[in-house]
C-alpha cells in the first residue's frame, strides 16, 4: 500500500513491517528514517547494503530467523535496493516473521519498476515516495523544527534561512543545527545574526580549519587562526564543529574494527564523506585512533562548559585547544 510521507503518524508496527521508503529527496529519507523509525522504535538496528544480501542470503536469512533472547525484536534496513531484492522479500513474508521490521531504500524508482509495484500492491508493505522539497515544504519543516525547539522567528528570517541554503533540506538542516545551538547560549536571533551565522565563506573557515587540525597541519592551522577574526559567538560553532567531526572520526573507528573496506564505510555514513574530503579523513584516520578521539572529545565537552561559564575568555580557550592539538 502507498503511504504519503505526511501521513507517517499513520504507521503502526504492530500491523506492518515491510516498508519501501524511495525517491529523490534522500536528505528527507534520512530524516525520516531517524525520526520516525529509529527513535520510535530503539531495538537493535542492523544495516545491510543490497549486494551483501544478494552475495550471502544464507547468512541474511539466518540473521532473521534467528531471534536470540537478548534481542528479540529488530530493525533492518537495507541501502540502495532495487528490483534485484524483490524474490527475497516476498520469500521473507511467507515465513510470517513478527519480531523483524525491514525497511528498504532505495533512489528513484520509476512506475514500471517490480520492486515498488509490489510495495504498492501489497497489503502488508508500505511504501513511501519522496519527492523533490519545494519552498513550502521547506518552510513547514522549518517552521516545525523551530517550533519543536520553542524558537521564535520572523517568517522573513526563515524565508532567508531556505534562500541561503540554496532550497536544499540537508543544508538546511545543517543551516538550523548551527542556528539552534547559537540560540541556546544567547536566546535572542535577528537578521544580521541569522546572516552571519549562515554566511557560507565563515563556516567554510571554520570546517577547514578543524579539518587542519585534525590532519594535524600545524602550519596551515596556525594560518588560519592567525588570518581569521573569530569573535565570542564563533566559539560555540567552533568548539560543536570540532565535536561533530571527531564523532565522526569515532564512528568510522567503530565500523573498521568490523569492516576494512573505508571506501564502503565512507559511502554510507550519514551523511557521507564526499570525494573532495576523503583524503582529508583518511589522514585524519592516520593521526588519530579510538581512544586520542575519545579523550579529545571528553576535552571539547569540557572545553563547551568552560566557554558558557567564561565568554570573555573564549576564544583564548578555544585558540588553545586547536593549537595543542595540531601538533
Partial sequence: MILKN???????????????????????????????????????????DENEILNNQINFFNEILNSSFF????????????????DIIEEILTKNITDTIIVLLSSKLEKKSKLRSFFEKNINSICIPFYADTDVTLIKYTQNYFREKKISISQNNINLIIRKSNSDRASLLNELEKISIFYDYNKALDEQTILKLITTSENNNISELIDNCLGKNKFKTINFLNDNSFNNEDCFILVRSFLSKCKRLLRIYEKIAKNNDLEKIFSELKPPIF?????????????????????????????????????????NLIRNLILENCY
Fill in 6 to 48: 505526511f501521513e507517517l503518524n499513520k504507521i503502526n508496527f504492530n500491523t506492518h513491517k515491510y516498508f519501501l521508503l524511495y525517491g529523490e529527496n534522500q536528505a528527507h529519507i534520512e530524516d525520516v528514517l531517524k525520526k520516525n523509525f529509529k527513535n520510535v522504535l530503539n531495538i537493535k538496528e542492523l544495516k545491510y
Fill in 71 to 86: 534481542d528479540r525484536e529488530k530493525l533492518i534496513i537495507i541501502t540502495r535496493t532495487t528490483d534485484k531484492i524483490k
Fill in 275 to 315: 570525494w573532495k574530503d576523503k583524503e582529508i579523513v583518511k589522514k585524519q584516520l592516520k593521526n588519530w585512533n579510538t581512544n586520542k578521539i575519545k579523550k579529545l572529545i571528553i576535552e571539547l565537552n569540557q572545553t563547551e562548559i568552560l566557554i558558557k561559564k567564561n565568554p570573555q575568555i573564549s576564544i
